[in-house]
């Protein structure tokens, strides 16, 4: 057999081991997959490869092709194996998603079951009987009360004036003494100053020669009367010794009536006839002294001034629009601006002209002052009792709290405790409130020591917010 024979016939052997080694490799390939399944597609090629150098050049390119054909084959499995994990991915992804969605839920619930408990007892106030007892709570009810309409009106505390006195000498002269100092409690006829005065010594001389005169009359008619009964003289001379007399008789008493009304008094005493005394009117105190020893005084000096403080005058400023709720005789409670304490009274005196500047009317209250509490110069308020209003539920005005500054809150009797019930109101006196709504008639409330309920519900919510 030729050379040329021989390859020709070694070459198809070749051609015919490389048909064969592609078909077994993609048999075995093939094979592989079914069995193991696509996550062992790629260990295929691994394994022809492996084989790969045993081959001559023309098996390893049918070996190369066949392994193309393997990678795609195995490309394939491992995407159809990415498509199933990412569904098998999915659907847990899915569970876990739902799961988490049910805890949320449940988690939901519980929260907002727990917030429902807290509205359930939010403003109750947590206090047993004795506790109660012990923080000195009385509960009241709630039922129809008569509101007070009042007017408050501005006033000032001022002497009674007719009680006062305001002491001036009535002559002119000169100070020799004070007897009486500022403050000072005097009794009526008390001797308050000495003055040395012309005046009073000229009236004194006037009527001591006018009683001269007047002893001389009478002896006069006297011996003529004698004389005329004895008729020894003519009538005609008793008649006019009468007529002395008469004239003398005036004379005296005028001279006596002026100095009683400066005061002097027909008695010169030690001080000689110009010596003046000046002597309080009427009991009380001192409240004002202008002499001082050696001042030159005139007969309108203001020396002194007396009052009777036991008694005092509330003068009002009344404005034209509350007139018709000042009335005579109407009752009033006066309070003190600058301390703590009231009085009552009544109306004495409404004026019956309102002034140009201030239009308002001048009213006045009398107050007693036994004490002195009372001083001239203090503001008041003066609270005028106008008329009632009936209303069907009212409470104790010291009920009333607010505990968040807005809302108004009446704490009521509950299980466990007692409770801040809102509440509206209406109208007020100060002492007694309307309620409009929020609580019924005959309802029990807490009338004293709701503030110390409303300090115990401020720190509770204190500890909840922390």
Same mark, same amino acid.
């Given at each position: 057999m030729s050379e040329k024979t021989r390859f020709d016939s070694s070459l198809t052997s070749s051609k015919q081991w490389i048909a064969a080694a592609l078909i077994a490799a993609v048999g075995v390939a093939g094979g592989a997959y079914l069995l193991r399944g696509p996550g062992s597609a790629a260990a295929a090629p691994a394994s022809g490869h492996a084989d790969a150098p045993s081959h001559k050049d023309g098996e390893h390119h049918g070996e190369a092709a066949a392994n193309t054909d393997a990678k795609t084959g195995a490309k394939a499995g491992a995407q159809a194996d990415a498509h199933q994990e990412a569904d098998q991915h999915g659907?847990?992804? @899915? @569970?876990?998603?739902?799961?988490?969605?049910? $805890?949320?839920?449940a988690h939901g619930a519980a929260a907002g079951g727990h917030a429902e408990g807290e509205e359930a007892g939010e403003g109750l106030v947590k206090l047993s009987p004795a506790q109660a007892k012990a923080a000195g709570l009385v509960v009241a009810q709630a039922g129809p009360a008569s509101i007070?309409?009042?007017?408050?009106?501005?006033?000032?505390?001022?002497?009674?004036?007719?009680? *006062?006195? @305001?002491?001036?000498?009535?002559?002119?002269?000169?100070?020799?003494?004070?007897?009486?100092?500022?403050?000072?409690? %005097?009794?009526?006829?008390?001797? /308050?100053?000495?003055?040395? $005065?012309?005046? %009073?010594?000229?009236?004194? +001389?006037e009527l001591q020669t006018a009683q001269r005169r007047l002893a001389f009359a009478k002896r006069n008619h006297e011996r003529e009367k004698q004389l005329w009964q004895e008729r020894i003289s003519a009538e005609q001379d008793y008649q006019a010794a009468q007529q002395a007399l008469q004239e003398a008789e005036i004379a005296v008493a005028n001279a006596a009536q002026k100095l009683s009304a400066i005061g002097a008094g027909a008695g010169a005493g030690t001080g000689g006839s110009s010596r003046y005394e000046l002597r309080?009117?009427?009991?009380?105190?001192?409240?004002?002294? @202008?002499? *001082?020893?050696?001042? +030159?005084?005139?007969? $309108?000096?203001?020396?002194?001034?007396?009052?009777?403080?036991?008694?005092?005058?509330?003068?009002? +400023?009344?404005?034209?629009?509350q007139l018709p709720d000042v009335r005579m005789g109407a009752p009033v409670v006066v309070r003190a601006t600058a301390f703590d304490s009231q009085a009552e009274g009544r109306i004495a005196y409404v004026g019956a002209l309102i002034g140009a500047q201030t239009r308002t009317a001048p009213a006045r209250v009398a107050l007693a002052n036994p004490q002195g509490v009372w001083r001239p110069g203090l503001f008041v308020d003066v609270e005028l009792l106008a008329g009632e209003t009936p209303v069907p539920i009212a409470v104790d005005a010291k009920a009333i709290q607010r505990p968040d500054g807005k809302e108004s809150v009446v704490f009521v009797?509950?299980?466990?405790?007692?409770?801040?019930?809102?509440?509206?109101?209406?109208?007020?006196?100060?002492?007694? *409130?309307? %309620? *409009?709504?929020? /609580?019924?008639?005959?309802? $029990?409330?807490?009338?004293?020591?709701?503030? /110390?309920?409303?300090?115990? /519900?401020?720190?509770?919510?204190?500890e909840h917010a922390h």
């Open positions: 659907d847990e992804e @899915h @569970h876990d998603e739902k799961a988490e969605a049910g $805890s949320k839920d007070k309409k009042q007017v408050l009106l501005p006033g000032e505390i001022r002497f009674d004036e007719d009680r *006062t006195a @305001h002491v001036v000498p009535r002559v002119a002269g000169v100070v020799a003494s004070v007897h009486a100092q500022l403050g000072e409690q %005097v009794a009526k006829g008390q001797l /308050l100053a000495v003055i040395q $005065s012309p005046a %009073v010594s000229d009236q004194r +001389s309080a009117p009427l009991a009380g105190m001192v409240v004002e002294k @202008h002499l *001082t020893v050696g001042e +030159s005084v005139t007969d $309108s000096t203001a020396s002194f001034t007396v009052s009777d403080l036991r008694s005092v005058w509330a003068e009002i +400023s009344v404005a034209a629009p009797p509950a299980e466990g405790g007692y409770q801040a019930q809102v509440v509206q109101l209406g109208a007020t006196d100060g002492k007694t *409130t309307e %309620v *409009t709504s929020g /609580l019924k008639a005959g309802q $029990s409330y807490v009338k004293e020591g709701s503030f /110390l309920l409303r300090a115990e /519900l401020g720190k509770a919510s204190a």
